[in-house]
């Protein structure tokens, strides 16, 4: 998707401000930023959830990630994934609720999962969904450590056997140091930086790659 000279305003609020920016085809790419950055706007933009000038052209289509996982409560992990997908499609649930660490919990309701394992069900969701392009707003923002690293892994996992284009928004420099080939920061509703992150993800969840400094001076400089 290429996004050229998007603006968005609320009132008098200017969130996106002539933003271009190209997106690459099976990239998993960090957008981070303050908060009131236009953060989760581009991700509404990308997504066709929200009005706006400019133009996005390559449009593919998208699935979308939530900070909460916002699952239904009246039906179960496996009703949840079975709701959004073509009957075609059902076949394949248990197998992707396998393979994010759910297995034996498919008849088991929301209220009776663990918030990790509600976010694994909201995961394993998005990624079965059909797309090409997956957005994910802070999706472990709430998160202890250890949750945080295992998604973290999973997340990249269940890319690299996809493929797909990722876009995920987060204020941790250090998730996206750790998960994203590439790393966007918006400050102000502008492109800041655009930095190409080194190495296949997940990196060392302990380690601190070099990228990591020069993504803490774009966020706070002014």
Not at 38 to 50: C, E, F, Q, R, S
Not at 181 to 199: H, K, N, T, W
Request: glycine share 8%; aromatic share 6%; net charge neutral.
């Amino acid at each position: 998707m290429i996004l050229e000279h998007v603006t968005k305003k609320y009132g008098e609020h200017t969130a996106l401000d002539g933003v271009s920016l190209e997106l690459h085809a099976g990239e998993l790419c960090a957008v981070l930023g303050e908060s009131g950055a236009g953060k989760t706007t581009l991700l509404n933009v990308l997504a066709g959830l929200t009005s706006f000038e400019g133009s996005v052209s390559e449009r593919v289509p998208c699935s979308y990630l939530f900070q909460s996982p916002k699952l239904l409560p009246n039906l179960t992990a496996e009703g949840n994934l079975r709701f959004v997908l073509p009957k075609q499609m059902w076949g394949e649930v248990r197998g992707m609720l396998a393979k994010v660490g759910l297995a034996g919990r498919e008849k088991a309701y929301p209220r009776e999962l663990s918030g990790g394992e509600r976010q694994r069900v909201a995961i394993a969701r998005a990624f079965l969904y059909p797309h090409e392009a997956l957005l994910m707003d802070e999706p472990f923002s709430s998160l202890d450590l250890s949750l945080k690293k295992s998604l973290l892994e999973l997340v990249a996992q269940l890319w690299r056997e996809r493929r797909q284009s990722v876009v995920f928004v987060t204020h941790d420099v250090h998730e996206a140091a750790c998960l994203a080939q590439r790393a966007v920061v918006l400050r102000r509703g502008r492109i800041v930086l655009d930095l190409p992150i080194a190495g296949e993800p997940p990196r060392d969840f302990f380690a601190r790659p070099p990228e990591e400094e020069a993504l803490v001076h774009a966020l706070m400089s002014e």
